[in-house]
């Protein structure tokens, strides 16, 4: 099993809907959750943290669940400028070995 | 020092021949850490340096891959004896340890492109 497996989409959406992706990981003892977002031919770039309570910033919002090993990310009222690819990074904390593995990514389209 | 910058932005190269890119991180930044992405996958962890202590690194890496961080701020990177499959994006990061919810920093990368 894959460390960190996503959906890879493409997710193809008009502007305005509202779109969700999930992301696994197999390792229980990770403690910090990322979303990264990342254009394309650009770098990974931080979105958001993701709290064990789940937690939002504007159109956006992260849950996480334990027991299942997922994480999600949910995005209201997408824009045009919401197409990239989106990447989930969990992390094993500042006591761990602390390389991070990134899954390859939920591309994301926004469509007019 | 707004960022992690690296050097250089591109890099064609022929075959056999050696390369070496270079990354500043985030000053107060102890931890420095490079990936390597190809078109369609995420980041692929290449190696990682806690202040100019390598502390790990990738099994996937050949013995033409090595990585230094002499004085625990830049570091470099440098491919020997180049080969098509090297080609892809290098990417630089860098974190504060210790602060592990803020996430990296990454840089906006090397294109290695080797012909």
Not at chain 1, 14 to 37: D, H, I, K, L, M
Request: include cysteine; charged fraction near 20%.
């Amino acid at each position: 099993r894959k460390e960190v497996e996503q959906d890879p989409g493409p997710f193809n959406v008009p502007e305005g809907a509202t779109v969700a992706f999930n992301c696994t990981y197999s390792n229980s003892a990770s403690q910090s959750f990322f979303w990264y977002r990342q254009d394309c031919r650009k770098e990974p770039k931080l979105l958001m943290s993701v709290y064990s309570s789940g937690n939002e910033d504007g159109r956006f919002t992260a849950q996480l669940n334990r027991a299942s090993q997922y994480i999600s990310l949910l995005i209201r009222d997408s824009k045009l400028s919401d197409s990239a690819t989106y990447l989930c990074v969990p992390h094993g904390g500042y006591s761990s070995a602390s390389k991070i593995i990134f899954g390859s990514g939920t591309r994301l389209s926004i469509r007019p | 020092d707004t960022g992690v910058s690296q050097d250089p932005r591109h890099k064609i190269t022929k075959r056999g021949q050696n390369v070496t890119f270079r990354c500043d991180p985030i000053s107060e930044h102890n931890r420095l850490y490079w990936y390597r992405q190809t078109l369609g996958q995420g980041p692929e962890f290449l190696t990682y340096f806690q202040n100019e202590a390598q502390l790990e690194k990738s099994r996937l890496l050949s013995d033409r891959f090595s990585a230094e961080r002499p004085k625990g701020s830049f570091s470099t990177l440098e491919i020997q004896r180049t080969e098509q499959g090297d080609s892809a994006m290098y990417l630089c990061a860098s974190s504060l340890w210790r602060a592990s919810n803020y996430g990296y920093t990454f840089g906006s990368g090397t294109r290695l492109t080797v012909v």
